[in-house]
């Protein structure tokens, strides 16, 4: 697991979210508006045009993975409608947008869908396109000029094809029907056709779920911006303004994940991003759009904060073009700022998360998996229960982990809070299985295969029906912020006795350790073969110092009473050599039940 490497890769392949409605491109006569926004229009122009160069470079077609070409239509299609970009009525872009619809079409399905990976024919899949393709439509059909009447009317056959497809076809996630929804209303916008309108009452009659943590249903923070994407549109293109509500709700909970550099925490995700955090920028539309909307100082403040990060320009700037042109609300100036919130305790109850923010430094703690554990997309289950980030030193996060009949990591069921502290417990039960009773014994020896009742594996035992003798481990940690900054956390592992303990403190690659004792390479009999253990470190001192150019995370005392740091993941994972251990510097701290342990992490 990376928390930075992916994200440029998982950007790609989900693509930005755009903003799309009220199709209204952007006059001369808007640019003498004092309202109107010249400096952020001509970044947008003058990044869409790089990224317009990098398109032509070439005359090959640079992406086949039609999402990919949604997008490339819309910033091709941004320049070329703009009298003042470079590209403007540019015969190469004609040339262009022509290949990309006849490579569209070629991959659609005559039930308007198109395959994604695994997904054959998949509405939702081909629904992500859509909210690319609509707006470009929406401007080339304000051209004049026959230089355009194939492309016009072959991306007119493309998106209503699709539209149909959109109003039969189903989904497979709860963000899809918002995604669904958002492309079935821009075909809509364009075409008012009937149909399209009622399958979006229909799946916005099923209600909209967002908890008092606001939070949707996923718990992730990549999802959340395609559901606040989706929702935000349908609001104001549909004239449903109670939508706005939950966008709201949904984008103060992200800023409140935010870091000081704009990584947003994703440990509480119930899909992929669990592993990996993502970049507050890619909501920056949202934020704009509210702050302007709603005339809203802290979502002003909010957008401006992301217009500083290193990663705007390539997130926003170089392919938002389209969604400024095409509504009117993007194209005024922000409103005055507020002083942006940067000192704050943050609960989140019903997600088992606590986030705290002192300037540059924010730490979390979570203790909300979704039990029983279950490593499956929809299921939380990342064991991370402490991050914390100071500046550029960067604790990823701290794990602990028991031999305890092979069960794997602590995840705790949720917090509870005593004065200052948060309390983080779990009682793990493992059990020896003793013959059948009679009047569930089978002559034949046939019982049910079904899973052992602690989760650890399945047999043929017919589990449920068998008496059993019960042993248990509880491990309770509490962490509690000091007023010097620093965090002091007790672990206590009681139970039964001799059950190794391990803890593993995970820093960010590309910083300098001290005080710690190298790990020996040692076969693992798990596996075939020895473990790489070049970046990971025992902790038998007093105390550890990660540093990072100028910000250090100092931990300690250390213990070290055992060797073993392998098969951590437990059983679920050691059946066919999994492994989830993060990217990054492991710093091992080590004992035996009883275990009793308090440490200082600042």
Same mark, same amino acid.
């Given at each position: 697991?990376?928390?930075?490497?992916?994200?440029?890769?998982?950007?790609?392949?989900?693509?930005?979210?755009?903003?799309?409605?009220?199709?209204?491109?952007?006059?001369?006569?808007?640019?003498?508006?004092?309202?109107?926004?010249?400096?952020?229009?001509?970044?947008?122009?003058?990044?869409?045009?790089?990224? %317009?160069?990098?398109?032509?470079?070439? #005359?090959?077609?640079?992406?086949?993975?039609?999402?990919?070409?949604?997008?490339?239509?819309?910033?091709?299609?941004?320049?070329?409608?703009?009298?003042?970009?470079?590209?403007?009525?540019?015969?190469?872009? %004609?040339?262009?947008? #022509?290949?990309?619809?006849?490579? =569209?079409?070629?991959?659609?399905?005559?039930?308007?869908?198109?395959?994604?990976?695994?997904?054959?024919?998949?509405?939702?899949?081909?629904?992500?396109?859509? @909210?690319?393709?609509?707006?470009?439509?929406?401007?080339?059909?304000?051209?004049?000029?026959?230089?355009?009447?194939?492309?016009?009317?072959?991306?007119?056959?493309?998106?209503?094809?699709?539209?149909?497809? =959109?109003?039969?076809?189903?989904? @497979?996630?709860?963000? @899809?029907?918002w995604v669904v929804s958002l492309a079935l209303t821009g075909c809509y916008d364009l075409y008012k056709d009937e149909n399209y309108l009622n399958r979006v009452n229909e799946w916005l009659a099923e209600g909209i779920y967002c908890d008092d943590d606001g939070m949707f249903p996923e718990r992730s923070p990549n999802y959340s911006e395609v559901v606040d994407n989706a929702l935000l549109n349908i609001a104001h293109i549909l004239n449903k303004p109670y939508l706005f509500d939950y966008v709201r709700k949904n984008l103060m909970t992200t800023f409140y994940l935010m870091d000081e550099d704009g990584d947003v925490q994703t440990v509480a995700s119930r899909r992929q991003d669990q592993d990996f955090l993502l970049t507050i920028t890619r909501n920056y539309l949202f934020y704009r759009y509210l702050a302007i909307h709603d005339n809203d100082k802290e979502m002003a403040s909010i957008a401006r904060k992301i217009e500083t990060f290193d990663d705007f320009e390539e997130t926003i700037l170089s392919r938002s073009l389209i969604f400024f042109l095409t509504n009117e609300l993007l194209q005024k100036q922000l409103p005055e700022s507020?002083?942006?919130?940067?000192?704050?305790?943050?609960?989140?109850?019903?997600?088992?998360?606590?986030?705290?923010?002192?300037?540059?430094?924010?730490?979390?703690?979570?203790?909300?998996?979704?039990?029983?554990?279950? &490593?499956?997309?929809?299921?939380?289950?990342?064991?991370?229960?402490?991050?914390?980030?100071?500046?550029?030193?960067?604790? #990823?996060? %701290?794990?602990?982990?028991?031999?305890?009949?092979?069960?794997?990591?602590?995840?705790?069921?949720?917090?509870?809070?005593?004065?200052?502290?948060?309390?983080?417990?779990?009682?793990?039960?493992?059990?020896?299985?003793?013959?059948?009773?009679?009047?569930?014994?089978?002559?034949?020896?046939?019982?049910?295969?079904?899973?052992? &009742?602690?989760?650890?594996?399945?047999?043929?035992?017919?589990?449920?029906?068998?008496?059993?003798?019960?042993?248990?481990?509880?491990?309770e940690i509490a962490i509690e912020e000091q007023s010097d900054g620093s965090y002091t956390m007790d672990i206590e592992v009681s139970g039964n006795k001799g059950v190794n303990v391990t803890l593993d403190f995970c820093f960010e690659k590309g910083g300098n350790l001290e005080g710690v004792s190298n790990v020996k390479p040692e076969f693992n009999y798990w596996r075939t073969s020895s473990i790489d253990t070049k970046d990971d470190y025992f902790f038998d001192k007093e105390y550890v110092k990660y540093t990072n150019g100028n910000d250090e995370i100092v931990i300690g005392p250390g213990k070290k009473e055992h060797g073993s740091i392998w098969g951590l993941e437990g059983e679920m994972y050691r059946h066919l050599n999994g492994s989830n251990k993060g990217e990054g510097m492991h710093v091992y701290v080590t004992g035996i039940t009883p275990f009793k342990h308090t440490m200082t992490i600042k």
């Open positions: 697991m990376s928390f930075k490497s992916n994200l440029l890769v998982f950007i790609c392949i989900i693509v930005i979210s755009p903003i799309l409605h009220s199709w209204s491109i952007a006059d001369s006569e808007k640019f003498n508006d004092k309202d109107f926004d010249s400096d952020f229009y001509k970044m947008l122009l003058e990044s869409n045009d790089k990224s %317009v160069a990098r398109y032509l470079e070439s #005359n090959s077609q640079r992406n086949s993975y039609f999402r990919a070409l949604g997008e490339e239509f819309a910033i091709l299609t941004s320049s070329y409608v703009q009298e003042d970009s470079k590209y403007y009525k540019s015969k190469a872009i %004609v040339s262009r947008l #022509n290949k990309i619809i006849d490579v =569209l079409l070629s991959l659609q399905y005559p039930d308007g869908t198109m395959d994604s990976g695994g997904n054959r024919q998949s509405p939702p899949d081909t629904g992500f396109s859509l @909210h690319h393709l609509c707006p470009a439509a929406a401007l080339l059909n304000q051209q004049k000029g026959k230089e355009l009447d194939d492309v016009k009317a072959k991306l007119e056959k493309f998106l209503r094809c699709a539209g149909d497809g =959109l109003a039969k076809g189903g989904i @497979h996630t709860p963000n @899809h029907r507020d002083n942006l919130e940067t000192d704050f305790v943050k609960e989140f109850p019903q997600t088992g998360l606590v986030r705290i923010k002192r300037g540059d430094e924010s730490a979390t703690i979570f203790g909300g998996n979704d039990k029983p554990i279950i &490593v499956a997309s929809g299921r939380s289950s990342n064991p991370n229960f402490f991050m914390l980030k100071k500046g550029d030193a960067s604790l #990823n996060y %701290v794990r602990l982990s028991t031999s305890f009949f092979s069960m794997g990591f602590f995840r705790s069921d949720g917090f509870r809070k005593e004065g200052n502290k948060y309390i983080l417990r779990e009682t793990k039960e493992g059990y020896y299985f003793k013959p059948m009773t009679p009047e569930h014994r089978d002559p034949n020896g046939d019982y049910k295969l079904t899973p052992s &009742v602690d989760g650890r594996f399945w047999s043929k035992m017919d589990f449920p029906n068998r008496p059993k003798d019960t042993k248990s481990l509880t491990t």
